[in-house]
């Protein structure tokens, strides 16, 4: 079941063709990899779909129901490639103000955090400031901002660089359980050897096309 799909995306930005007709499809419960190398379009795509970017030509459809831009639709996640957290902040106090954007309060809040810090392997961390996490641990936080809502569909735009082996092994295994639960995830990256080993499906991109897909 395909519950979402990209159709002839184009996307020119100047005299730059971001996207140049880029197509394909998620399935239910899919971890799948956006491969291609920097420059190649994933980011613009990823935007695109999230509704942060107004394509010039070309649908994207999620749950059969077309994209607008400057609208998020409410089954997304997002984890951007910049870490979108406040270092000044504690990890709990982070998901709380990310929460609060998401329309949770209350009791159902304080729910949602708990789960989100144990899903990431935070919970003994959560009252320390931010600038005080490794690297691989700021990573995981940008994640668990991204799932606080328990999105049915998860965007990662290279949510493993810069991190080492351990924790890119950790932020895998996490994603997995996700997928086994039955979130659909796109996560990009230029790593082919980690969409191979790591993903159940790979999407090549260059150009702003996709040139192949499959296992």
């Given at each position: 079941m395909n519950i979402l799909t990209v159709s002839n995306a184009t996307k020119r930005y100047g005299a730059v063709q971001a996207l140049t007709g880029a197509s394909f499809a998620l399935r239910k419960g899919e971890l799948l990899a956006l491969l291609g190398p920097n420059g190649a379009g994933k980011t613009t795509l990823i935007r695109a779909i999230a509704g942060r970017v107004r394509l010039d030509g070309g649908e994207i459809r999620v749950f059969d129901q077309p994209v607008t831009a400057g609208r998020t639709p409410t089954e997304l996640g997002?984890?951007?490639q910049e870490l979108a957290v406040y270092p000044l902040l504690t990890a709990r106090e982070n998901l709380d103000s990310f929460g609060r954007l998401?329309?949770?309060?209350g009791a159902?809040?304080?729910?949602?955090?708990?789960?989100?810090?144990e899903r990431t392997g935070l919970t003994d961390r959560a009252r320390e400031p931010v600038k005080q996490f490794s690297g691989g641990m700021r990573r995981r936080l940008n994640i668990a901002c991204g799932i606080l809502h328990h999105p049915r569909i998860l965007l990662l735009d290279e949510p493993t660089v810069g991190v080492d082996p351990q924790s890119r092994d950790r932020i895998y295994a996490m994603l997995g359980e996700l997928?086994?639960?039955?979130?659909?995830?796109?996560?990009?990256t230029h790593h082919l050897e980690e969409a191979e080993a790591r993903c159940s499906r790979t999407v090549i991109i260059d150009h702003g096309k996709v040139i192949e897909s499959g296992t």
């Amino acid at each position: 079941m395909n519950i979402l799909t990209v159709s002839n995306a184009t996307k020119r930005y100047g005299a730059v063709q971001a996207l140049t007709g880029a197509s394909f499809a998620l399935r239910k419960g899919e971890l799948l990899a956006l491969l291609g190398p920097n420059g190649a379009g994933k980011t613009t795509l990823i935007r695109a779909i999230a509704g942060r970017v107004r394509l010039d030509g070309g649908e994207i459809r999620v749950f059969d129901q077309p994209v607008t831009a400057g609208r998020t639709p409410t089954e997304l996640g997002i984890v951007p490639q910049e870490l979108a957290v406040y270092p000044l902040l504690t990890a709990r106090e982070n998901l709380d103000s990310f929460g609060r954007l998401q329309g949770l309060s209350g009791a159902e809040l304080g729910k949602q955090v708990d789960w989100a810090l144990e899903r990431t392997g935070l919970t003994d961390r959560a009252r320390e400031p931010v600038k005080q996490f490794s690297g691989g641990m700021r990573r995981r936080l940008n994640i668990a901002c991204g799932i606080l809502h328990h999105p049915r569909i998860l965007l990662l735009d290279e949510p493993t660089v810069g991190v080492d082996p351990q924790s890119r092994d950790r932020i895998y295994a996490m994603l997995g359980e996700l997928a086994r639960e039955g979130v659909s995830l796109i996560l990009t990256t230029h790593h082919l050897e980690e969409a191979e080993a790591r993903c159940s499906r790979t999407v090549i991109i260059d150009h702003g096309k996709v040139i192949e897909s499959g296992t």
